[in-house]
């Protein structure tokens, strides 16, 4: 009778580490490999390949040209990161505007708008984009053309808000991407 009742404690015993292990496998969280990198803003701006992952429409290369600009005006980088920022930035840009601003005059007036902006304590706190149906097609000088309305809200030195609005002309090039080819700041639209 010893040996059953030994015989039965030791499969008590067995069945319950079994059921202890496989309880701890199922049961416990696990991280993904990814989950453990968070990318920053910075590095997905900084990574996208626009040879290969270009905006599709007018308003998607506004919205990705706002994701530079937030990371330009509001983010640590080292002096690396802002060539490669401004980079990506002229890769937005229409030939025509390229050409109006070569890059080392270009970086140069990014930097001193930079400096005016951090001198004036001004931060983006959100960009924001028309919808799809407010574009508005056009055509310039026999190609597609289209206005693409941009609202910045922003927080000044005094602790005040403001919000600053601007419009984009796009035209698309021989690869039929949507370039920006000039910009200028606009009133505040109009509520219907």
Known sequence: ????????????????????????????????????????????????????????????????????????????????????????????????????NPLDLYKTRFLEELAVYKEESRKILQTSVCATDEVQFTEIEGKKG??????????????EFTRTYQTYLLRQDKDKRWKILTYHISAAPQED
């Open 1 to 100: 009778m010893k040996k059953y009742l030994k015989l039965g404690i030791t499969a008590v015993l067995v069945i319950a580490l079994i059921v202890g292990c496989y309880y701890q496998m199922t049961h416990r969280k696990t991280k993904a490999a990814e989950d453990d990198v968070e990318v920053t803003q910075l590095e997905q701006v900084l990574s996208r390949q626009l040879d290969t992952s270009y905006p599709p429409t007018p308003r998607e290369v506004i919205k990705f040209y706002n994701r530079i600009i937030e990371c330009a005006y509001g983010g640590e980088y080292d002096t690396e990161q802002f060539d490669r920022l401004a980079a990506q930035a002229r890769k937005l840009m229409d030939e025509e505007l390229l050409a109006e």
């Open 146 to 159: 289209a206005y693409v309305a941009a609202a910045y809200f922003m927080k000044e030195k005094q602790g």
